[in-house]
Nanobody, 124 residues
Framework: QLQLVESGGGLVQPGGSLRLSCAAS????????IGWFRQAPGKEREGVSV????????NYADSVKGRFTISRDNAKNTVYLQMSGLKPEDTAVYYC?????????????????WGQGTQVTVSS
C-alpha cells in the first residue's frame, strides 16, 4: 500500500523553528517530485515548496522564501521541510504529496498521493 506520512509538527513560538518530515512506505520516493502544501482553517490548500526527483529543482511560495528550506534524502526515502522564522500566519495543517510526472509544481491536481497532514501552530 502506497503511503506518505508527515511528522514533526507541533506548537512553536513566533520566530521558532520546526523540521517536518515526509516518509514514504510502499514505494520509492526518489521516483517522485515531492510538494509540501498547507491548509489553514477556512482557506484553500496552498503550495509551500516543491522539490524535483533529483533534488536539483526547488521552488518556494513567496510567503516562505528565505525562511523555509526543502530537501530530500533519497537513501532514507524521506523529504524534509526546515521551517525557521515561523510566524502566526504559518499556522496550518501541512501535507506532503508525491508527483509521479516530476512536474514539481505548486498545483494540487498534479499530485498523485497525499499524506494525512501534520498540524503546525505558531503562537505565543
Amino acid at each position: 500500500q502506497l503511503q506518505l506520512v508527515e511528522s514533526g509538527g507541533g506548537l512553536v513560538q513566533p520566530g521558532g523553528s520546526l523540521r517536518l518530515s515526509c516518509a514514504a512506505s510502499g514505494f520509492t520516493l526518489n521516483l517522485y517530485a515531492i510538494g509540501w502544501f498547507r491548509q489553514a482553517p477556512g482557506k484553500e490548500r496552498e503550495g509551500v515548496s516543491v522539490i524535483s526527483r533529483s533534488g536539483s529543482k526547488t521552488n518556494y511560495a513567496d510567503s516562505v522564501k528565505g525562511r523555509f528550506t526543502i530537501s530530500r534524502d533519497n537513501a532514507k526515502n524521506t523529504v524534509y521541510l526546515q521551517m525557521s522564522g515561523l510566524k502566526p500566519e504559518d499556522t496550518a495543517v501541512y501535507y506532503c504529496a508525491a508527483d509521479s510526472a516530476n512536474m514539481a509544481t505548486m498545483r494540487t491536481y498534479t499530485y498523485d498521493y497525499w499524506g494525512q497532514g501534520t498540524q503546525v501552530t505558531v503562537s505565543s
